[in-house]
């Protein structure tokens, strides 16, 4: 049996592709990996059965035989540690690969995902307009400090697991019309969403969402 992953019944993002199941498909994806998707509605994942998968209750978890994972960080991780294909072969590559994950979540999300929730949520707020410059100034700052990598295609030689999760935090910033400030770092975007491993990861989540748009 193939490992069994949850994904949003009904993503919030309306198939864009912003719902952390998306980072764990392209990994399987990456790697050749067949994979199994339970969808799960808002209100199941609050219960008691979901929440022994995943303890605050969101999405994605893993579960293969008497594993279960949750974090998608965690769970790319996994993968790329059990097949080839997203962790160099040489050890000090992997661990830098591994710490391009972790820079990823760790340091660039955090304020990316401060700026999109305000744009989301906060508009009509009547804070939102003082605010909002603060916030961009945040990710500008991250988003000047990769483009100082240079243009390499990726950023520690060959597409590693660092990359597919740089590119799916920074995919974020798609509409904020922060990204073409940065071409360099639009492009590197870019080249993470033409791998034919992303377009089948986003079209299958995009396929679960046109399904419950027309239910």
Same mark, same amino acid.
């Given at each position: 049996?193939?490992?069994?992953?949850?994904?949003?019944?009904?993503?919030?993002?309306?198939?864009?592709?912003? @719902?952390?199941?998306?980072? &764990?498909?392209?990994?399987? *994806?990456? &790697?050749?990996?067949?994979?199994? &998707? %339970?969808?799960?509605?808002?209100?199941?994942?609050?219960?008691?059965?979901?929440?022994?998968?995943?303890?605050?209750?969101? #999405?994605?978890?893993?579960?293969?035989?008497?594993l279960t994972l949750f974090e998608s960080g965690a #769970?790319?991780?996994? #993968?790329?540690?059990?097949?080839?294909?997203?962790l160099p072969k040489d050890a000090n590559a992997r661990?830098? @690969?591994?710490?391009?994950?972790?820079?990823?979540?760790?340091?660039?999300?955090?304020?990316?995902?401060? =700026?999109?929730?305000?744009?989301?949520? *906060?508009?009509?707020?009547?804070?939102?307009?003082? %605010?909002?410059?603060? =916030?961009?100034?945040?990710?500008? #700052?991250? =988003?000047?400090?990769? $483009?100082?990598?240079?243009?390499?295609?990726? =950023?520690?030689?060959? !597409?590693?697991?660092?990359?597919?999760?740089? &590119?799916?935090?920074?995919?974020?910033?798609?509409? $904020?019309?922060?990204?073409?400030?940065?071409?360099?770092?639009?492009?590197?975007?870019?080249?993470? *969403?033409?791998?034919?491993? !992303?377009?089948?990861? !986003?079209?299958?989540?995009?396929?679960?969402?046109? @399904?419950?748009?027309? $239910?």
């Amino acid at each position: 049996m193939p490992p069994t992953i949850t994904a949003f019944e009904s993503s919030p993002d309306r198939g864009k592709g912003h @719902a952390r199941d998306m980072r &764990v498909r392209w990994a399987f *994806e990456e &790697v050749g990996q067949p994979y199994d &998707v %339970r969808l799960v509605s808002f209100a199941a994942m609050k219960q008691p059965a979901h929440r022994a998968l995943h303890p605050f209750g969101q #999405i994605p978890t893993y579960e293969d035989g008497d594993l279960t994972l949750f974090e998608s960080g965690a #769970i790319v991780l996994h #993968i790329a540690e059990q097949h080839d294909g997203l962790l160099p072969k040489d050890a000090n590559a992997r661990a830098r @690969a591994i710490a391009w994950m972790f820079a990823a979540l760790s340091t660039v999300e955090p304020p990316i995902v401060e =700026l999109t929730m305000a744009m989301l949520v *906060e508009r009509d707020r009547s804070w939102y307009a003082e %605010r909002l410059p603060s =916030l961009q100034e945040r990710v500008r #700052i991250r =988003l000047g400090e990769l $483009s100082r990598l240079g243009k390499a295609d990726w =950023l520690d030689g060959a !597409f590693s697991a660092g990359d597919l999760m740089m &590119v799916t935090v920074l995919r974020r910033l798609n509409t $904020s019309g922060l990204l073409d400030e940065y071409p360099d770092i639009a492009a590197y975007v870019a080249r993470g *969403e033409t791998r034919p491993a !992303f377009r089948r990861a !986003f079209d299958a989540q995009l396929a679960v969402f046109n @399904a419950a748009a027309r $239910s």
